[in-house]
Structures are given as structure tokens and as C-alpha cells.
């Protein structure tokens, strides 16, 4: 069974298939606490979930009639099922299905598992401002491909040198897609664009948060 905090479908706001339509599968819980934490309802015990198994989350997907699925939180591979729920999602061919990690589990027994399908990663780098940097799984690094996404969400001027250094040290961008997300009520993504141009630094993606544009940044289902 499967705690689920939310689901819905709606926009992808961020990740490779940002602007199209997605079905997200929010679950419940994290082993993190960030200081910007935008989701803290998944794991605060504000909110009530639904225990749903894994054919049902995947009935629902299908009935959606979406094509994009994001399985998102708190921490997704926090569920102690999640491999069912994946092995039932990987057999089907017409979806695209993300996870969002947050990048302090090892990834390493699901890319082994589902290597070349349907799965792929959107896996958080927490810099310093999270308050977080140290819980990282930088073994990760070694685990993505180039149909996965690193994500480092920066707050601050700190983060972004922080992010320029792991990326050239690690050569990040010859292993995956690497996007800059700014956290945006405490650093201006014209910081980022400055940065980037600066650096000359062609080959890494800045991305704002698109549903917190369209609805308010509070706003839930969207």
C-alpha cells in the first residue's frame, strides 16, 4: 500500500517535460527538512492521505489519459513498495514516468532495474541555504544518464558557486542534464543568467517554476 498525499493531473511545472500535461502521484513523507521546503504538508501531518495500491495509482493514471507521470513528494522512494509500483509502470510502453528525488537515496537498484525503459530521474542537489548539502548521495552522480536531470535548486550566491564547483569537478554535464532552479523568493534568476554568461556556460539550463507563474505558489492539485 501506498500513502498518497495528493494526485492530479496538470501542468509538469519544471523537469524535461516542462509546459505539457502530467499525471502527478504525490506521496507522503521525507527524510529531509529544507529550509525553503515548499511541500511540507507531504510530511508535516497537516494533511490526511489516501492508502492506495499499485494498481490503483496506475488505473488512475491510465484514466487520466495522460502520457507524462511524475511520482513526486516529500521522498517517493521512501515508499516501501515502490518497486511494484515501478515494475507495473515500466511494462507500459505509452508512459513517460518521472521521479523526483531528492538526492539524498541511492538510485543506483532502480536505474540498475529499469535501465533503458520508460523511467527516468529528476534527481535535487540541496546546496548550502538548505540547510541539507551534507545528507547527499553524491554516488549519484555516477548513476545518471543523459535521460535523467540534476536539479540544483539555489537560494543564494553561495549555492550557485557551490553548483558551478560540482558540476566541473564531478563533469556533470557529460553524464546528464543539469538544470538551475532558482529559489525565487530569495535569489533573482536574472542572478543565474548573469552567472551563466559570465562562465560562458552553454551546456547547463536555467528553469523556473512554471505552475508557481500560472497559480499562486501556495496553491495545492495544480
Known amino acids: 500500500m501506498f500513502k498518497v498525499i495528493e494526485r492530479f493531473v496538470s501542468i509538469d511545472g519544471e523537469g524535461p517535460t516542462s509546459g505539457e500535461l502530467a499525471a502527478f502521484i504525490r506521496f507522503e513523507g521525507c527524510n529531509l527538512r529544507c529550509t525553503w521546503c515548499d511541500t511540507k504538508y507531504s510530511w508535516d501531518g497537516s494533511c490526511s492521505h489516501e492508502e492506495m495500491e499499485a494498481r490503483d495509482i496506475y488505473q488512475y493514471i491510465k484514466d487520466s489519459g495522460a502520457r507524462n507521470v511524475t511520482l513526486t513528494g516529500g521522498e517517493p522512494l521512501l515508499q516501501k513498495d515502490m518497486l511494484q509500483l515501478l515494475d507495473t509502470l515500466a511494462l507500459d510502453s505509452m508512459l513517460h514516468v518521472h521521479i523526483e528525488t531528492n538526492g539524498a537515496m541511492d538510485i543506483r537498484k532502480y536505474k ?94 536555467l528553469q523556473v517554476q512554471v505552475h508557481k507563474v500560472i497559480w499562486p505558489k501556495d496553491m495545492r492539485g495544480v
Not at 547527499?136 to 558551478?164: C, P, R
Open 112 to 205: 540498475d532495474r529499469y535501465r533503458d525503459g520508460n523511467i527516468s530521474y529528476v534527481v535535487d542537489y540541496k546546496l548550502p541555504a538548505s540547510g541539507m548539502q551534507m545528507t547527499m548521495k553524491n554516488n549519484n552522480f555516477e548513476h545518471v544518464d543523459m535521460g535523467d536531470v540534476y536539479k540544483f535548486v539555489i537560494a543564494s550566491e553561495e549555492d550557485l558557486q557551490e553548483t558551478w564547483n560540482i558540476v566541473n569537478k564531478h563533469k556533470l554535464t557529460e553524464r546528464c542534464r543539469v538544470y538551475l532552479s532558482p529559489v525565487v523568493e530569495s535569489f533573482e534568476p536574472k542572478s543565474i543568467v548573469e552567472f551563466m554568461i559570465s562562465r560562458k556556460w552553454h551546456d547547463v539550463r
